[in-house]
């Protein structure tokens, strides 16, 4: 069992930064998907944003790309999303999620393990 926690969120203003973090109970292998998704209420949750295991490459969102930045220290067990620009749209819950699958689609059903959520409220 893989237990994921979330911290950083809160209630900013539009135009400002956050970065989240994520804490992973297993060391983050390359063999592994790390993303984050987003659910803001109403709407189903979408993938925010990618590490495949395997290869460089990033997946971003279109709606988050150029804002948004993906990130992990494998050292400290440590996904992170640093987040600028903020607009009253990124509202939702964030959540950190692993797939055992190297290099998983976003789609939620593909990912294993979930965190708890942290909430992001942007202000206009």
């Known amino acids: 069992q893989v237990q994921l926690e979330e911290s950083g969120g809160g209630l900013v203003q539009a135009g400002d930064s956050l970065t989240l973090s994520c804490v992973v109970s297993r060391r983050i292998f390359r063999t592994y998907t790390m993303a984050w998704f987003r659910q803001a209420p109403g709407k189903v949750r979408e993938a925010v944003a990618a590490?495949?295991?395997?290869?460089?490459?990033?997946f971003y969102a279109g709606s988050v790309k150029g804002r948004f930045t993906i990130s992990e220290d494998s050292a400290r067990n440590e996904l992170y999303l640093q987040m600028s620009n903020l607009k009253p749209e990124d509202t939702a819950m964030y959540y950190c999620?692993?797939?055992?699958?190297?290099?998983?689609?976003?789609?939620?059903?593909?990912?294993?393990?979930w965190g708890h959520g942290t909430q992001v409220t942007v202000s206009s």
């Open positions: 590490i495949p295991g395997i290869g460089n490459s990033r």
């Open positions: 999620t692993l797939s055992n699958l190297p290099s998983a689609t976003m789609v939620e059903s593909n990912f294993d393990f």
